[in-house]
């Protein structure tokens, strides 16, 4: 909700965009994919990218983005769940699935973080050659960033996902576009457990997407979780945000991966097109 008077300066300007933005997006009868969505979402990623790092802390600050900020990281978990959906039928019903993929909009930034998680896991220490076996929690419909993966390192990917909606739409993704054999996604509940323990069996990487625990509670549940399934040195790597950007993705404390049982071993803030922050970690490495 607004408040009566605005914020002023550079950092009023962008705390009465991101208000704007929200109150817009709220107002929509849905956030399924149309040229006014995906304006709207396009603008706010594009706000909180490019603002001036300087006005971060101000911005966040503000009564009424500190008051918004958690239902607009639920808008955002709602418009790319739909987003992902819709191309994950867009592409199932293409003559040619992998032209299609190529023009999902935001290809490019997730060929970005694939690089940069891949580098960031080297820089680490992670032995050469990159993941031999990766479990990825929070596929979705449409699990691009372990097609990516797969792609990029030649690892074998297993896909978790709470959403049997989703698994099996993901599955077919994966086998329209030739990728079944090297990618698969199971049903698993990164929360409870639920055949977690049995998809990151044998895997040297896990990797959690962003928009699994939207909260830091639920981000905590989550880490307490895989430190009870993964065994000792396996690597963790979790998408984060950082400044404006958490306004668009949940963050990952540090703090508490380390006393959820995992040794933090890199932290990497990107300042240009990509959104999401990399943490790179391991289950119960002592120094």
Do not use: I
């Not at 911005?59 to 709602?78: E, K, T, Y």
């Not at 979705?140 to 792609?151: I, Y």
């Not at 990151?200 to 009870?228: N, S």
Request: hydrophobic fraction near 45%; aromatic fraction near 4%; include cysteine.
């Amino acid at each position: 909700m607004r408040t009566a008077v605005p914020a002023r300066g550079a950092a009023g300007a962008v705390a009465d965009r991101v208000v704007s933005l929200h109150d817009r997006l709220v107002a929509l009868d849905g956030l399924a994919p149309s040229p006014l969505v995906d304006a709207l979402f396009g603008d706010l990623v594009r706000t909180c990218r490019t603002a001036d790092p300087r006005t971060t802390g101000t911005v966040l600050a503000d009564d009424r983005v500190r008051a918004l900020r958690h239902r607009l990281v639920d808008l955002c978990a709602r418009g790319e769940t739909q987003l992902e959906a819709a191309w994950a039928t867009r592409v199932l019903e293409a003559a040619d699935p992998e032209a299609d993929l190529a023009r999902f909009p935001y290809l490019a930034n997730y060929e970005a973080l694939t690089r940069l998680e891949v580098h960031a896991l080297a820089a680490a220490g992670h032995e050469p050659g990159g993941p031999r076996q990766v479990c990825f929690v929070g596929g979705g419909p449409l699990p691009l960033s372990a097609v990516l993966l797969h792609r990029t390192t030649s690892a074998r990917v297993r896909v978790v996902d709470h959403d049997p909606t989703a698994v099996d739409l993901a599955n077919r993704v994966l086998d329209a576009l030739g990728a079944g054999d090297g990618v698969r996604c199971v049903p698993a509940d990164a929360a409870s457990g639920a055949g977690l323990a049995a998809a990151a069996e044998g895997c040297d990487l896990v990797v959690v997407a962003a928009l699994v625990g939207l909260t830091r509670e639920a981000k905590r549940q989550v880490l307490r979780t895989l430190a009870g399934v993964l065994a000792p040195g396996t690597w963790v790597l979790l998408r984060s945000a950082d400044g404006l950007r958490t306004l668009l993705y949940p963050t990952v404390d540090v703090g508490d991966v380390s006393r959820c049982g995992f040794t933090p071993e890199l932290l990497v803030h990107p300042l240009g097109d990509v959104v999401n922050s990399v943490l790179v970690a391991r289950r119960g490495v002592t120094r």
